[in-house]
């Protein structure tokens, strides 16, 4: 009986740690919860034809553009028509071959970068003069589908200044996300069949070093350039501006997708299209660069994002800035590193933090030349809505500059505000390093509940 006892306390003991073990191993397992996206899904078609349509070419100093428009597909009969500028340097050639920079724009802007219209959206030519100014080769293509949605219900003509999608239209309920044809034809996929030949298109250009090769994007631009760093194995760098991934039915704003969907079908379009899953496969340099106030994608929510993506990664965070905020020389000087070996960047440590009588001190090991701490409380603020009060993009973040200390850490502390309305539960807290260079690089955000600590 006594052995009957202990044998069964044993089996007790081995489902437990059964138990624990499956947890664990379920935890980690995520992402087998997608089912697989079919291995030739993303596939280009073979030997069709770009038939360009060059539109205008022009020049500036120092370099020089041609809008032109190809066939990114035939779908359904239709030909797919994607608009695109391919800019060079003067000085590129076959035997000076420029690396190259796949870029596009977000659901608000497109670049109308020929003649007049080239102030339109000064942000797009702007980033694209950069670039080309530094030594790139940029590709930059437009799936903007306003076109199609004015012209809802009607055979679409063929209009040069935009990309046109033959008889998919946008305007439907089903929005960018209709399910027939395996999403195919969603925008999604559109969008990055486009991006995929247009990079197939520049790197046949005697001017491109093909093993070279950076995607860039801001907005919905930053969902779609890492949606294309994840599938496309030619891109060897990535740097995503402002909003990324995580699509979901219970997701805010953008990535949100339809609730009438059912969770098998959110699955599926998440195996396809979300790069918090897809870049999980893949290891390339990677610059994330996000907001703290940004309302359209949740600083915290991009935190937990670049969590799971592999090494080298490398993350920036704009202090008390919102999603139209790109710090675009940061991202040129991320593409000299990545792709050119050119200058350093901070290696910055694991951000350490502690809360003793009100006072949290933060620390961190850098080889920066500085460091900025930056705090801010959950604290509701009384000229904000009240369901706003508490998001991330009502924080103020405040900047403590960081002290050397004589172990070679940075540090600095900051007093909780004793005069908040209300018990504050939670701070956060991240470091950002420079280097002399004025490269930055900052770690992620850490959180304290302060409700587990004594303020007495």
């Known amino acids: 009986m006594a052995r009957s006892k202990k044998t069964g306390q044993h089996i007790s003991l081995c489902l437990l740690v059964l138990f624990v073990l499956v947890s664990r191993s379920t935890s980690l397992a995520e992402p087998s919860i997608f089912p697989l996206m079919p291995a030739d ?10 038939d360009e349509d060059i539109l205008e070419k022009g020049s500036e100093v120092g370099w020089h553009w041609t809008e032109f428009r ?10 797919i028509r994607v608009r695109a500028l391919f800019a060079v340097p003067d000085q590129a050639n076959a035997q000076n071959k420029a690396p190259l920079i796949l870029a596009t724009h977000g659901i608000f802007g497109f670049i109308r970068a020929m003649s007049a219209e080239k102030k339109a959206d000064p942000r797009y030519w702007s980033a694209v003069t950069d670039l080309v100014k530094a030594g790139y080769a940029v590709m930059f293509f437009d799936w903007e589908p306003t076109f199609a ?10 209009h040069p ?10 305007s439907t309920s ?33 001017e491109v070093d093909a093993s070279r090769v950076g995607v860039w994007g801001a907005s919905y631009g930053g969902i779609f350039s890492s949606l294309l760093a ?12 402002v909003y990324t991934a995580r699509f979901g039915q219970n997701e805010e704003y953008y990535n949100g997708l339809p609730k009438h969907w059912s969770e098998q079908q959110a699955l599926a379009f998440r195996a396809r299209f979300d790069s918090e899953h897809l870049l999980r496969k893949r290891s390339l340099p990677i610059l994330y660069t996000v907001s703290t106030n940004d309302a359209a994608f949740s600083v915290l929510k991009a935190n937990e994002c670049f969590a799971t993506l592999q090494q080298p990664k490398h993350l920036l965070i704009n202090a008390n800035q919102g999603h139209d905020f790109w710090n675009f020389g940061q991202t040129v000087m991320f593409f000299d590193y990545a792709l050119r070996g050119r200058g350093e960047r901070p290696e910055i440590g694991p951000l350490q933090a502690k809360l003793k009588d009100s006072l949290v001190t933060a620390s961190v090991n850098t080889n920066g030349s500085a460091v900025e701490f930056y705090f801010t409380p959950e604290i509701p603020k009384p000229e904000i809505a009240a369901d706003q009060r508490t998001l991330p993009q009502a924080w103020t973040w405040i900047k403590v500059e960081g002290i050397k200390q004589a172990d070679g850490s ?4 900051w007093k909780l505000p004793a005069d908040a309305p209300e018990p504050i539960q939670r701070v956060h807290v991240f470091a950002s390093a420079t280097m002399p260079s004025k490269v930055v690089e900052c770690s992620p955000i850490m959180t304290l509940e302060i409700k587990k600590f004594s303020l007495e």
């Open 41 to 50: 899904y993303f596939a280009e078609p073979q030997d069709l034809p770009f």
């Open 70 to 79: 190809f066939t990114s597909l035939i779908h359904n009969g239709d030909s």
């Open 149 to 158: 949605i004015q012209a809802a219900g009607k055979p679409l003509p063929e």
């Open 161 to 170: 200044r935009f990309t046109t999608y033959g008889k998919l239209d946008y």
């Open 174 to 206: 089903d929005g960018w996300w209709p399910v027939s044809n395996d999403f195919k034809d969603s925008l999604y996929y559109q969008v990055v069949m486009a991006g995929r030949r247009a990079l197939t298109w520049a790197c046949a250009q005697p």
């Open 230 to 241: 994840a599938v496309d194995p030619r891109i060897t760098a990535a740097a995503p501006t």
């Open 410 to 413: 940075f540090r600095a502390d």
